[in-house]
């Protein structure tokens, strides 16, 4: 079993940047990718950035590539994203998630371990 952890929601300005952290108790030898996912109030569950533990290699969902940036610490187990010039149509509960999926993938259903979010608002 995987638990995540995740931190570093709040409340941000339109245009400005934050930093999310997910800290797994379990890493290597258990997920292949762990990713961020995002679901605001009223609206599907969306994949936004992911990481391959091996190798770092990352995928972004295009609503947020050049703008967010997904890293990984295997010494603290601990994934980040990094996200800059927040919109206003971007506050939601933020999750992380891993998988032992061998593919790459932004659809949830294919994501074994979940996290139990970080809120992001976004003000204007």
């Known amino acids: 079993q995987v638990h995540l952890v995740e931190s570093g929601g709040g409340t941000v300005q339109a245009g400005g940047s934050l930093r999310l952290s997910c800290t797994a108790s379990?890493?290597?030898?258990?997920?292949?990718?762990m990713a961020w996912f995002r679901q605001a109030p009223g609206k599907e569950r969306e994949g936004v950035a992911t990481?391959?533990?091996?190798?770092?290699?990352?995928y972004y969902a295009a609503s947020v590539k050049g703008r967010f940036t997904i890293a990984q610490d295997n010494a603290k187990r601990t994934v980040y994203l990094h996200m800059s010039s927040l919109k206003t149509e971007e506050p939601a509960m933020y999750y992380c998630?891993?998988?032992?999926?061998?593919?790459?993938?932004?659809?949830?259903?294919?994501?074994?371990?979940w996290g139990q979010g970080t809120q992001v608002a976004v003000s204007s």
């Open positions: 379990a890493y290597t030898y258990i997920a292949d990718w």
């Open positions: 998630a891993a998988t032992s999926y061998s593919g790459v993938s932004l659809n949830p259903a294919r994501y074994n371990y």
């Open positions: 990481i391959y533990i091996g190798t770092s290699s990352t």
